[in-house]
Nanobody, 118 residues
Framework: QVQLVESGGGLVQAGGSLRLSCAAS????????MGWFRQAPGKEREIVAQ????????FYSDSVKGRSTISRANAENTVSLQMNILKPEDTAVYYC???????????WGQGTQVSVSS
């Protein structure tokens, strides 16, 4: 079993930056990709970015493209999301997730709050 622990959320002013990190432990060899999702109050959870573990290929949603960078450190089994030029609409609970080679995200972290003030 893999466990995911997020860190790095907080309160920031619009235009600022935050870096979220997610540490995976346990049977990490099963992970094929990891991603960051977010859920704002009253809205559905949406994908923000994802990275394939073996190739490093990345995907970004249009809402964060050009402002965010997802990266991985395979040796430490961590994935990070650097978010820049934050906007109030980026306010949400951010979740780290892993695909344990099943084709879908089947493991989730507990979430970390990101709040952006205008």
């Amino acid at each position: 079993q893999v466990q995911l622990v997020e860190s790095g959320g907080g309160l920031v002013q619009a235009g600022g930056s935050l870096r979220l990190s997610c540490a995976a432990s346990g049977r990490t060899f099963s992970i094929s990709r990891m991603g960051w999702f977010r859920q704002a109050p009253g809205k559905e959870r949406e994908i923000v970015a994802q990275i394939w573990w073996s190739t490093g290929r990345t995907f970004y949603s249009d809402s964060v493209k050009g402002r965010s960078t997802i990266s991985r450190a395979n040796a430490e089994n961590t994935v990070s999301l650097q978010m820049n030029i934050l906007k109030p609409e980026d306010t949400a609970v951010y979740y780290c997730a892993a695909d344990q080679s099943n084709g879908w995200y089947d493991l989730w972290g507990q979430g970390t709050q990101v709040s952006v003030s205008s």
